[in-house]
Structures are given as structure tokens and as C-alpha cells.
């Protein structure tokens, strides 16, 4: 069956442009995380929907960070104003978790942002 | 905050042999731990996982062992094969008073001589 899908996979922006990535789960998954990966290190936690709500937005770096998950499918990261910190490859994961449930999460293939 | 502890190094190992993975883990609320391997260009694909009310769990090819006295997790893969190389995380996760988020470490390289 398909897995969690993102794209672009490789995404080039000059400093002080928006990017928008996109992830689309497993159908039918409730759950959906968003992580930031460095190189050389492992992913870190940016933000959790469960359906359409946005439960955990703790991971966010800054205010030019926004996520978005409208009808509890197909979410979408924003960055504004991309600096050259921002480069890094951002995951998606899905689980099929309900509250209180604790289900593992499938990792989509990534979207290696270079901000030049 | 707390998270996972895991060094990176470099495992090296030849085809055929065993190869052991470490990690240390500081939260000690944490009910739920995944191993997960990373290929280049790759996202992390699920291993194995194993939760808190168990010290052993094992899978095909691989064992995971779980130490909750000195917080350390372990990673066995049988008669490594080239295709076992990568980078390898164990994750965290504080289960749903956590938010179900993954605390990750640094990872460790497995290299797989032939």
C-alpha cells in the first residue's frame, strides 16, 4: 500500500522566500507530525495534528513557522522569509493513533530544503 | 529538556556477524521506544519497537533490549548483510501525555564490510 508521501522532495530557496511543503499520510491515519532533521543528526519534533486540530506546536522554531492540516488529511508546512538556518531535510510521520493509543509512525521520504 | 542520548559513532562490522547498537535514554517517563533505520536520501523506516513493561523483544534478524534500571536500549541485528548499512536512531516517545512525540538521538552509522 502507499506510504506517507511529501514533495517536493528537493526544494532550492534564496534567502527571504516562502516555501510551502506538502505531506500526504496514510489514508486513513489520524494522527500527523511534523519533524525537522539537520544534517548529521536526528529528527526534532516541530508540531502534531490529530484530525484537522493542531495539538502540539511546541517544536516550531520561530513565528515564520506555520503548519497547516484543513480537513485531516493532506498537511502542509509554510515557512516565510526562509533564512539559511532553515536548510535542513523536513519529514512528515503519520500514525493511526487515537488519544490515549500510542501507534508507531511512518516516515515519508523528506523535502531537502536548501536556502541559499 | 530531556531526550535520547545516543553518541554517533561508527559501527563497523563484517558480513555475517552481529552487530550491537546502544543507546541511552534519560527520560525515564517514557513508556514507548522504536528503532528506526535511515538510508541516505531516505526517511526513517520503522525497525522494531518495544514498550516499557517489557525487557525483550525480538523481530526478524533483530533483538531489542531494553534496561530500564540504567535507561539503556540495544539494538541486535543477526548476521549483518550489506544491505543493514545505514544510520540507525532509537526514539523515545512519553506516549499521549507526551503529545505521542519522538524524541530522537544523533544515530549510529552501521558499515557493513563485505
Known amino acids: 500500500g502507499a506510504g506517507v508521501s511529501q514533495s517536493p522532495r528537493y526544494k532550492v530557496a534564496k534567502r527571504g522566500q516562502d516555501v510551502a511543503l506538502r505531506c500526504d499520510p496514510i489514508s486513513g491515519h489520524v494522527s500527523l507530525f511534523w519533524y525537522q532533521q539537520a544534517l548529521g543528526q536526528g529528527p526534532e519534533f516541530l508540531t502534531y495534528?490529530?484530525?484537522?486540530?493542531?495539538?502540539?506546536k511546541s517544536g516550531l522554531p520561530s513565528d515564520r513557522f506555520f503548519a497547516e492540516r484543513p480537513e485531516g488529511s493532506v498537511s502542509t508546512l509554510k515557512i516565510q522569509r526562509t533564512q539559511q538556518e532553515d536548510s535542513a531535510v523536513y519529514l512528515c510521520?503519520?500514525?493511526?493513533?487515537?488519544?490515549?493509543?500510542?501507534?508507531?509512525?511512518?516516515f515519508g521520504p523528506g523535502t531537502r530544503l536548501t536556502v541559499l | 529538556g530531556e531526550s535520547v542520548g545516543l553518541h554517533l559513532p561508527t559501527l563497523s562490522v563484517q558480513e555475517g556477524d552481529n552487530s550491537i547498537i546502544n543507546c541511552a535514554y534519560s527520560n525515564s517517563a517514557s513508556d514507548y521506544f522504536i528503532w528506526y533505520k535511515q538510508e541516505s536520501g531516505k526517511g526513517p523506516q520503522f525497525i522494531i519497537d518495544?514498550?516499557?513493561?517489557?525487557d525483550k523483544r525480538q523481530g526478524q534478524r533483530v533483538t531489542v533490549l531494553l534496561n530500564k534500571t540504567v535507561k539503556h536500549l540495544s539494538l541486535q541485528i543477526a548476521a549483518t548483510q550489506p544491505g543493514d548499512s545505514a544510520v540507525y536512531f532509537c526514539?523515545?516517545?512519553?506516549?499521549?501525555?507526551?503529545?505521542?512525540?519522538?524524541?530522537f538521538g544523533t544515530g549510529t552509522q552501521l558499515k557493513v564490510e563485505l
Open positions: 526514539a523515545e516517545n512519553m506516549g499521549p501525555g507526551g503529545g505521542n512525540k519522538l524524541t
Open positions: 495534528f490529530q484530525n484537522e486540530a493542531q495539538l502540539d
Open positions: 510521520a503519520s500514525s493511526g493513533s487515537f488519544q490515549g493509543n500510542t501507534d508507531t509512525q511512518y
Open positions: 518495544i514498550r516499557s513493561n517489557m
